[in-house]
Nanobody, 127 residues
Framework: QVQLVESGGGLVQAGGSLRLSCGASGRTFNNYAVAWFRQAIGKEREFVAAISWTGGNTYYADSVKGRFTISRDNAENAVYLQMNSLEPEDTAIYYC????????????????????WGQGTQVTVSS
């Protein structure tokens, strides 16, 4: 059974940085696309960033472009989200997600593209 586990969330002041990690058990991340989504209180879960199964392509929501960076380390079986210049609007629970099928190539932006989700990690940015 595939399980995704996020870590690295916390409380940070506006302008600060955090690095989220996503690890997988029951399956390697090799050859699988991985995405980060977030959900703030009272809002829908929204796309943040994704990385293709090759690692050669990355995708970002407009709201985080230039501030967040997604990367993967297949040797560590991990995907990271480096978040810089954090803003109070970034406060949310952050989830990593991955599709069931390897070599997946799609739009990456839609929740329905992902079958496996982690439990989330809370990120709180104070003003």
């Amino acid at each position: 059974q595939v399980q995704l586990v996020e870590s690295g969330g916390g409380l940070v002041q506006a302008g600060g940085s955090l690095r989220l990690s996503c690890g997988a058990s029951g399956r390697t991340f090799n050859n699988y696309a991985v995405a980060w989504f977030r959900q703030a209180i009272g809002k829908e879960r929204e796309f943040v960033a994704a990385i293709s199964w090759t690692g050669g392509n990355t995708y970002y929501a407009d709201s985080v472009k230039g501030r967040f960076t997604i990367s993967r380390d297949n040797a560590e079986n991990a995907v990271y989200l480096q978040m810089n210049s954090l803003e109070p609007e970034d406060t949310a629970i952050y989830y990593c997600a991955s599709p069931s099928h390897p070599y997946y190539s799609g739009t990456y932006y839609y929740r329905g593209e992902y079958d496996h989700w982690g439990q989330g990690t809370q990120v709180t940015v104070s003003s």
